[in-house]
């Protein structure tokens, strides 16, 4: 499982908060991170703007066709499920029960499913190894994450009229405050439903159709009989898909500019010019998005609190269910970085520099 894990991270820190190291969990169903229902979840080709969705309605744009494997690929499970059928059993029947599984009778390739802890310790996460599709699939376009680069680089305008008044400067300076409005995306990549051709290739290891209450329905074509072996495969975005990330930071940013009052929000991130802060323009406002986690950043606390609450409502219409929001003046933590509204500073967290 390390060496899973290892290969589906690649460096990179998706499957966790930024300033806690991922470690992996021992299966226990009661403390698996799952919403309670994933019935009205929305298709991510509703979400998308028509130049990302073209990816999930033409295949080859995902699919590499010259692919040839060296060797058959096994996905690496954990044992409590892999060597256990009761287990098995009971961990399918608590996924379908909240509708996160499809079914297929054709697998175009198979997934592992193993646990990290999450940054509380206290819930695991699920996580599909599914690195046997992420040999199959070309890698996606590069997206503009915002990390603590982002915010060591604002700046604060000076007014002209204090260029040469250091002391009303400083009072000025004082006076002014930064708020930072936060909240994020509640089991983000479960509540994203994926197509079902992309679905085919994290198949799980397949069960008989009358563990899952699908005897007598019908599954491509065919009337399925109690023994029949079907192969359950993820409804959602899996947390070990090489485009997962992608569709779910694509989506979450076009989401959050289409909420009313942020239209003319500015997106920040690494890539972005230094986001600046002009204390005459106190009705700007400027956003980060990092996949699931939202900010708001922006001079007058009811500008942000309100742009909070609309992002909040408008999330929610798209049943993309966010934890309630918080805005804050004085230090708040966002992405392992310390945002101090009211010093005007900002600096990394114990935590993230213990980690560094």
């Known amino acids: 499982m390390e060496a899973a894990l290892s290969g589906l991270l690649q460096g990179r820190t998706d499957y966790s908060d930024p300033s806690s190291p991922i470690s992996l969990a021992p299966y226990n169903l009661e403390l698996i991170s799952l919403p309670s229902s994933l019935k009205e979840a929305p298709r991510a080709e509703d979400l998308l703007a028509a130049d990302d969705r073209r990816y999930l309605e033409e295949q080859e744009r995902i699919v590499r066709r010259d692919f040839s494997p060296d060797q058959i690929f096994s996905p690496c499970w954990d044992p409590a499920l892999k060597n256990n059928p009761r287990n098995y059993r009971k961990f399918l029947q608590k996924l379908n029960e909240i509708d996160y599984l499809d079914f297929t009778l054709s697998p175009l390739e198979h997934a592992g499913v193993f646990f990290v802890w999450k940054s509380d310790r206290k ?80 198949c799980f290891m397949p069960i008989e159709a009358r563990f899952l209450g699908l005897t007598g329905t019908e599954l491509e074509g065919r009337v399925l009989q109690s023994n029949d072996m079907v192969f359950p495969m993820p409804g959602s975005l899996c947390m070990g898909c090489s485009w997962s990330l992608f569709f779910a930071q694509r989506i979450n940013e076009r989401q959050l500019s289409l909420t009313p009052g942020l239209e003319q929000s500015t997106l920040i991130c690494d890539r972005t010019p230094p986001l600046i802060i002009h204390p005459n323009s106190p009705g700007q406002l400027n956003h980060y998005v990092y996949v699931d986690n939202l900010g708001i950043i922006g001079q007058k606390h009811e500008l942000v609190e309100s742009g909070l609450t609309n992002l909040q409502s408008h999330f929610n219409d798209k049943q993309l269910l966010l934890h309630p929001g918080s805005v804050e003046s004085g230090e708040v933590k966002a992405l392992g970085v310390c945002l101090d509204g009211q010093r005007k500073r900002t600096r990394i967290t114990p935590e993230r520099f213990h980690k560094v």
């Open 123 to 202: 819930r695991i996460r699920m996580i599909v190894d599914g690195r046997g599709a992420n040999m199959r699939f070309h890698d996606p376009p590069s997206v503009t994450l915002s990390t603590a680069e982002t915010f060591s680089k604002i700046e604060l305008e000076i007014p002209q009229e204090f260029a040469h008044d250091p002391r009303a400067w400083q009072e000025f300076l004082q006076q002014l405050e930064i708020h930072v409005g936060l909240s994020d995306v509640k089991d983000c990549f479960h509540r994203i439903k994926q197509p079902r051709w992309l679905a085919r290739y994290f």
